[in-house]
T-cell receptor, first 115, second 107 residues
Framework: DAGITQSPRHKVTETGTPVTLRCHQTENHRYMYWYRQDPGHGLRLIHYSYGVKDTDKGEVSDGYSVSRSKTEDFLLTLESATSSQTSVYFC??????????????FGPGTRLTVL | KNEVEQSPQNLTAQEGEFITINCSYSVGISALHWLQQHPGGGIVSLFMLSSGKKKHGRLIATINIQEKHSSLHITASHPRDSAVYICAVKVTNDMRFGAGTRLTVKP
C-alpha cells in the first residue's frame, strides 16, 4: 500500500458545523487530490494540490476549502456542513500529476454523515 | 451526459465465466485507467492504457482510441473478483471517472 492515511475514517456531524478531514502521505508525492464518491456518480474531484500552498478547484468545489502547508498533509474543510455533503471522501496522491501515464494511489476513505 | 460511461452497472456471474466490462468516453484523453474498489472500500489501480492491450494474470484490458472505447475482461472469474470496477480517463491535470460496474461472482 502507498503510505496514505485519512482521518477520521468515520464521522457523524450536524448541519452547520465545521468539519476538517485530513490526508497524510509518507511518499513525498507532489500531487494530492480530494474526491467524493456518491451512489450513481463516479468519483468527483473537489480540490487538488500540486505543491505546498498550491491548490486548485475541481469539478465540485463549492462548499469546500483546502490547505496544504506541508508536503505530507492535505486538509479538506467543510466550513458549514450540509446534508448534501454526506458522502465518502477519498484522498489520492500521485508523483507526477500531469503526466499521462501517472497513476493515482488512493487512501482508505472517510465516511461522513451530516444530519 | 457523463463524460465516462460504463456498462453494465451491475453484473452477476457464475464462477469460471468470462466477464466483460465496457467503458466509453467522450473527451480527449492521454490515458485510460482501470481501477478496482474492494468491498471494504479501498481503491487500487489495475491498468493504465494509452493504446492496444495489456494483460495481468486473468485480467485483460483493451482500448480503441479511434472509437473512444475500452474493455476490461476477466477470464475464469472467481468469487474473489467480486468488486466494483471503475474506468477513469486522464484529462490534462485530473481524471474523470465512470460510475463503476459492480461485479458479483457466485461460487
Amino acid at each position: 500500500d502507498a503510505g496514505i492515511t485519512q482521518s477520521p475514517r468515520h464521522k457523524v456531524t450536524e448541519t452547520g458545523t465545521p468539519v476538517t478531514l485530513r490526508c497524510h502521505q509518507t511518499e513525498n508525492h507532489r500531487y494530492m487530490y480530494w474526491y467524493r464518491q456518491d451512489p450513481g456518480h463516479g468519483l468527483r474531484l473537489i480540490h487538488y494540490s500540486y505543491g505546498v500552498k498550491d491548490t486548485d478547484k475541481g469539478e465540485v468545489s463549492d462548499g469546500y476549502s483546502v490547505s496544504r502547508s506541508k508536503t505530507e498533509d492535505f486538509l479538506l474543510t467543510l466550513e458549514s456542513a450540509t446534508s448534501s455533503q454526506t458522502s465518502v471522501y477519498f484522498c489520492a496522491i500521485s508523483p507526477r500529476g500531469t503526466e499521462p501515464t501517472d497513476t493515482q494511489y488512493f487512501g482508505p476513505g472517510t465516511r461522513l454523515t451530516v444530519l | 451526459k457523463n463524460e465516462v460511461e460504463q456498462s453494465p452497472q451491475n453484473l452477476t456471474a457464475q464462477e469460471g465465466e468470462f466477464i466483460t466490462i465496457n467503458c466509453s468516453y467522450s473527451v480527449g484523453i492521454s490515458a485510460l485507467h482501470w481501477l478496482q474498489q474492494h468491498p471494504g472500500g479501498g481503491i487500487v489501480s489495475l491498468f493504465m492504457l494509452s493504446s492496444g492491450k495489456k494483460k495481468h494474470g486473468r485480467l485483460i484490458a483493451t482500448i480503441n482510441i479511434q472509437e473512444k472505447h475500452s474493455s476490461l475482461h476477466i477470464t475464469a472469474s472467481h468469487p474473489r473478483d467480486s468488486a466494483v470496477y471503475i474506468c477513469a480517463v486522464k484529462v490534462t491535470n485530473d481524471m474523470r471517472f465512470g460510475a463503476g460496474t459492480r461485479l458479483t461472482v457466485k461460487p
